[in-house]
């Protein structure tokens, strides 16, 4: 009775030299270079009209372009939204399938199917922690990061969302020190700490905050909180909030609130987080001080990044209507070390600010200019909307619209990872041919 067994066959790929290998696909990466160079995008956009930025450019520091390849595909991925997650690695999977289907047929005799199977299973489990080893490694290793540049010196790069270890949610080596260094690397100015139902965090960062704001990038008070049934970041000196606070500062209470904002003399500032329904969207009045003065377009978290792309138009028209501000924020919980969105500010003389003062002006503007006060820059990625085919293509597609968006000196660095592979495959055949 025959059973199901299984070998190698060997393919085209097997008896040629890895050199020859090495140098037909380094022809086919120098050739998709040049294509994409012919038709590239700038890689950092406006996160509402989708347009170039003047007054920005993206700074890659030297560590980062020695390293281009691997490091600007580690960005690529930590800007995935959830589906396109799913996607790439649906793809991914079906090409391993594909090519064990080619390399291999499973009907000779000589093995069980026991045997088969577990050998299968081993190799496609392989398959998939050399995969996962690689999503790891991006999020947790450290590598240098991509930031901004701006051109004019009224301008000022913020994050309104970020946390540290005090946060239940973050890791738990991720200190005040390395969401500074974080957000420094990021080409930040100046960053909220907006723990959740503490100011642990605050108060850590507070202590190497320099003088001026000018000096180095700020880590200044926030708080994430929950009000009207959401997740809602806080903005400001924590005195303005505590009286309308539960015990655990998990709860804020709506008319406590605004009974604060009359004993204070200050409105509070509220922003909506994403992921979150928009229907508990309520606008600040002076009626409604526990009502949002601005919600983000940008959220740098998986699930963030899938809802602000998909419901983008809602966002921006609920931003229209109620007169918010539109924000970007990192949602950083110590992760990743790629950078979704800038807001930007415009804040006369921010430099010499102390980083109280430019919290106190930071608040003001928004609650003055509320939607003009802030545009949004965001590292760009595009989206499927919803459409099937996108979806199923999202591996070529983006690959495409990755090597688009690559600069002229990452594509230097390509070249010359490319050259060293080939060389090194060649000199490696060499002396095995001399050996044998």
Do not use: C, K
Not at 58 to 81: K, M, N
Not at 123 to 149: D, E, H, K, N, Q
Not at 266 to 281: A, D, I, N, Q, S
Not at 358 to 379: P, S
């Amino acid at each position: 009775m025959p059973s199901w067994t299984g070998r190698d066959r060997r393919s085209v790929g097997d008896t040629a030299a890895a050199s020859d290998v090495a140098r037909r696909v380094g022809a086919v990466l120098v050739s998709f270079l040049a294509v994409t160079a012919a038709i590239s995008l700038a890689p950092i956009q406006d996160a509402v009209s989708g347009g170039p930025v003047g007054f920005a450019e993206q700074t890659r520091p030297i560590a980062y372009l020695l390293g281009a390849p691997l490091f600007g595909i580690w960005d690529s991925l930590s800007l995935l939204s959830l589906s396109q997650h799913y996607a790439v690695l649906a793809t991914l999977v079906a090409l391993y399938l594909g090519s064990v289907s080619r390399a291999r047929r499973w009907t000779v005799p000589g093995r069980s199917l026991r045997a088969w199977a577990v050998r299968e299973a081993g190799r496609a489990g392989s398959a998939l922690l050399l995969l996962v080893t690689f999503y790891a490694a991006g999020v947790v290793l450290p590598r240098p990061m991509t930031g901004i540049r701006l051109s004019e010196p009224d301008l000022v790069a913020i994050d309104f969302h970020s946390h540290t270890h005090y946060s239940h949610d973050g890791w738990s080596l991720f200190s005040a020190a390395r969401n500074r260094e974080w957000h420094e690397g990021g080409g930040f100015d100046v960053a909220y700490v907006t723990d959740h139902y503490t100011w642990a965090g605050v108060d850590e960062a507070a202590r190497d905050n320099p003088q001026r704001v000018g000096e180095r990038t700020v880590l200044i008070s926030g708080a994430e909180i929950r009000i009207h049934r959401r997740p809602t970041n806080i903005l400001g000196d924590r005195s303005r909030y505590l009286g309308a606070l539960d015990a655990d500062s998990v709860y804020m209470d709506p008319e406590l609130l605004a009974d604060e904002a009359r004993r204070s003399g200050r409105p509070p500032t509220l922003l909506y987080t994403m992921p979150g329904g928009l229907e508990w969207v309520l606008p600040f009045t002076a009626d409604l001080p526990s009502g949002m003065i601005g919600i983000e377009i940008n959220d740098g978290s998986p699930r963030g990044l899938e809802q602000v792309r998909s419901q983008r138009r809602e966002i921006i028209a609920l931003a229209d209507s109620m007169d918010l501000a539109l924000i970007g924020a990192a949602n950083l919980h110590g992760w990743g070390r790629t950078v979704a969105s800038w807001s930007i500010m415009e804040i006369p003389g921010w430099q010499e600010m102390t980083p109280e003062g430019v919290g106190d002006a930071i608040e003001a503007t928004l609650h003055r200019e509320r939607r003009a006060a802030v545009q949004v820059l965001e590292r760009r990625m595009p989206y499927h909307d919803g459409s099937p085919l996108l979806v199923v293509t999202s591996l070529p597609w983006l690959t495409m619209e990755h090597f688009r968006m690559l600069s002229l000196d990452e594509r230097a660095s390509w070249l010359l990872w490319i050259a060293v592979v080939v060389a090194g495959m060649t000199l490696r055949d060499r002396r095995r041919d001399l050996r044998a």
